[in-house]
């Protein structure tokens, strides 16, 4: 696609409750980033993954974060057991692989964990 | 650790006014540093410097990076109220350690 969409835009989830963010990369990116990001503050990594494998989960903040990517294009970041601190925004960002290359980052989910 | 500072963190102008953005940096394996302008949810890229000493423009912005002393400056003239957004910088490390490591951003506000 033209650029990197995720899905859905906004989620309200109970405490408790399992959800499962989409993102859909940029068309041949082979990198795939998620990040979190809590109001007013710089997105924190949480994931990354090369085609389908995933290289680095070091930021997932417990084991109830899940990611996978298991075609190498779409991915899916799913949260069980749904905790308040796990309110922020979800952003979702691909790249290619030159050296030197930006990120492209897509709307982002906002979770809201009442 | 690795980490990426910037300041302030929050400014306020008038439109006309020239305003600086900082971001100092500590990460080892370093590719490049970008920067990028968050005005809704997804950031924007503008930026991206891999090299010291050389200014990087984009109209009304300009940027450039001092890998010595580790830091990267984001100039604006001439602002509008257009600009106002969250710049964040983030330094991206090498292929191997693929990540972007972002800053808390600046929140710049530029009143009429």
């Known amino acids: 696609g033209a650029g990197v969409s995720q899905s859905p835009r906004y989620k309200v989830a109970k405490r408790g409750q399992d959800v499962a963010l989409r993102c859909d990369p940029i068309?041949?990116?082979?990198?795939l980033f998620w990040y979190q990001q809590a109001l007013g503050q710089g997105p924190e990594f949480l994931t990354y993954?090369?085609?389908?494998?995933?290289?680095?989960k070091s930021g997932l903040p417990s084991d109830r974060f899940f990611a996978e990517r298991p075609e190498g294009s779409v991915s899916t970041l799913k949260i069980q057991r749904t905790q308040q601190e796990d309110s922020a925004v979800y952003l979702c960002a691909s790249s290619n692989d030159r050296v030197n290359t930006e990120a492209f980052f897509g709307q982002g989910t906002r979770l809201t964990v009442v | 650790e690795d980490k990426v500072v910037q300041s302030p963190l929050s400014l306020v102008v008038h439109e006309g006014d020239t305003v600086t953005l900082n971001c100092s940096y500590e990460?080892?394996?370093?590719?490049?540093l970008l920067w990028y302008k968050q005005e809704k949810k997804a950031p924007t890229f503008l930026f991206m410097l891999?090299?010291?000493?050389i200014e990087k423009k984009s109209g009304r912005l300009s940027s450039i990076l001092d890998k010595k002393e580790l830091f990267s400056i984001l100039n604006i003239t001439a602002t509008q109220t257009g600009d106002s957004a969250v710049y964040l910088c983030?330094?991206?490390?090498?292929?191997?350690?693929?990540?972007?490591?972002f800053g808390s951003g600046t929140k710049l506000n530029v009143k009429p």
């Open positions: 891999t090299s010291s000493g």
């Open positions: 068309s041949g990116h082979v990198s």
């Open positions: 983030a330094v991206h490390k090498l292929y191997n350690f693929n990540k972007f490591y």
């Open positions: 993954f090369q085609n389908e494998a995933q290289l680095d």
């Open positions: 990460v080892t394996n370093f590719r490049s």
